[in-house]
């Protein structure tokens, strides 16, 4: 006797995966975030190496140093001894298992690797700055001994600690978490504490000082923007798929990361400033800080908090031909192409 089998029914429709939905996806074909991809592909173009900046032109300006420059650049020095490590451990222990992208791994993949190589510039550049080892041991504490530079650090580790035991993004609060999270180091961090070191950076070259430190500021400057650029496509696409999770609270606790950063930022200041530094004063430093706390809110689609502009026209006037001339440098020696004009854009 011949069974019939029973008719075959449609499945139902399943829901679309999305970006934050648990899981590891592995397939990279067909590819869901090709801007992600592109994102990757754009910073393998600006490979660099640590070896290529040379800090001991710098010795002689360090000798040159009015006592109250010597301040700001030491703890311009303490503060980077660590800060990239911070970055890169929230890039661990929180980012990468929830971003269920395959291309969007790959480019935290690469940014963690851009992390390492900021890490490394920073260990050349206080073994080249700072020759003695306990003065070496000093910057490296600086977390816990330096009440403004243990300030910022504290504000970084609230964040990371705040979604260090999700293991999945099950509700809506979970990827409400992580996304300030994301925000937190993309606006506050990446774009607002590393923006405002980079401001002493430029400030001294625009005195002639410090030309090698600022050759390789120039390289963490363009990583840093890169790895913004990426934070917020996530943000972006998230949006998309979860406009729910956007409203008028989470929109308020984002100004008040974005405040509370920008304090933590004006206390670094006051320090690294505390002994006059003529050209650039604490009022200054405050406008340029909510200035960029202004744009990363506007990036976000958030109206400003401050209205301030940027007073330092330094910033404006970056000299980029450095910058051309070592991309020119590596397309012959290390076939590493790059395509389009490299200059500064108004993310400063």
């Keep these: 006797m011949t069974t019939i089998p029973e008719p075959r029914t449609a499945p139902a429709a399943t829901r679309q995966q999305m970006l934050l939905d648990p899981g590891m996806d592995l397939t990279l074909r067909p590819m869901r975030y090709p801007h992600f991809f592109d994102r990757f592909k754009d910073a393998i173009k600006n490979t660099w190496t640590v070896e290529e900046v040379d800090l001991h032109g710098d010795l002689a300006d360090l000798q040159r140093l009015s006592p109250a420059e010597q301040h700001l650049v030491s703890r311009l020095v303490a503060f980077f001894a660590t800060g990239d490590t911070i970055v890169a451990n929230n890039l661990v222990l929180n980012l990468y298992q929830h971003v269920n992208s395959p291309e969007g791994r790959l480019y935290l993949s690469r940014q963690l690797f851009e992390e390492a190589v900021h890490v490394q510039f920073y260990l050349n550049l206080l073994d080249t700055y700072v020759p003695d080892l306990d003065e070496r041991t000093e910057a490296f504490s ?13 504000f970084c580790f609230k964040w990371i600690d705040s979604i260090y035991e999700l293991r999945e993004l099950r509700t809506r609060e979970d990827r409400r978490a992580f996304l300030l999270n994301v925000i937190c180091f993309a606006a506050c961090i990446e774009g607002l504490f590393f923006y405002g070191a980079f401001a002493y950076v430029y400030f001294l070259r625009s005195r002639g000082l410090l030309n090698g430190l600022a050759s390789g500021t120039n390289w963490v400057f363009r990583d840093e923007s890169m790895h913004m650029a990426f934070a917020f496509d996530v943000v972006d696409q998230v949006r998309q798929e979860e406009p729910d999770l956007f409203d008028a609270e989470m929109e308020q606790q984002v100004r008040d ?17 505390e002994q006059g530094v003529s050209g650039m004063s604490l009022g200054d430093m405050r406008e340029y800080l909510q200035h960029v706390a202004d744009r990363r809110l506007g990036v976000l689609g ?6 301030s502009k940027n007073p330092f026209a330094f910033m404006e006037l970056q000299d980029v031909q450095e910058l051309s001339n070592f991309f020119e440098r590596r397309v012959s020696a290390y076939q590493v192409g790059v395509t389009g004009s490299v200059s500064f854009d108004d993310d400063f």
């Design 142 to 154: 600086a977390v816990e001994n330096i009440p403004s530079i243990a300030r910022k650090a504290e």
């Design 302 to 307: 958030i109206e400003p908090m401050y209205g």
């Design 257 to 273: 990361m974005l405040a509370e950063a920008v304090e933590c930022e004006v206390q670094f200041a006051a320090d690294i400033l």
